[in-house]
């Protein structure tokens, strides 16, 4: 069975930075693609951020230049390092290997 357990998110101010974790267990592929999601309230779940193997990354337009994901086999973990963050980045972020997610962590940029 696989699962993904994510951390690192929190209360930030507009202009700082979190890095949010998924730590991986059970059998997947080094080359499965990996996918940050979020969510805020009343909206869809939206794509943020995608790393394909070998070494293919994809954002979503409002993130692109402030957010970067990564990841670390050899930790089971991925990454996404959030930047410049804006208030509208406020969501709950969710960790995806297809077909399994992650139970989210709260990210809240506020003043």
């Known amino acids: 069975q696989v699962q993904l357990v994510e951390s690192g998110g929190g209360l930030v101010q507009p202009g700082g930075s979190l890095r949010l974790s998924c730590v991986v267990s059970g059998r997947i592929s080094s080359t499965s693609t990996m996918d940050w999601y979020r969510q805020a309230p009343g909206n869809q779940r939206e794509l943020v951020a995608s790393?394909?193997?070998?070494?293919?990354?994809h954002y979503a337009d409002s993130v692109k230049g402030r957010f970067t994901i990564s990841r670390d086999n050899a930790k089971n973990t991925v990454y996404l390092q959030m930047n410049r963050l804006k208030p509208e980045d406020t969501a709950v972020y969710y960790c995806k290997t297809e077909p399994y997610w992650g139970q989210g962590t709260q990210v809240t940029v506020a003043s």
């Open positions: 790393l394909t193997a070998p070494v293919g990354t």
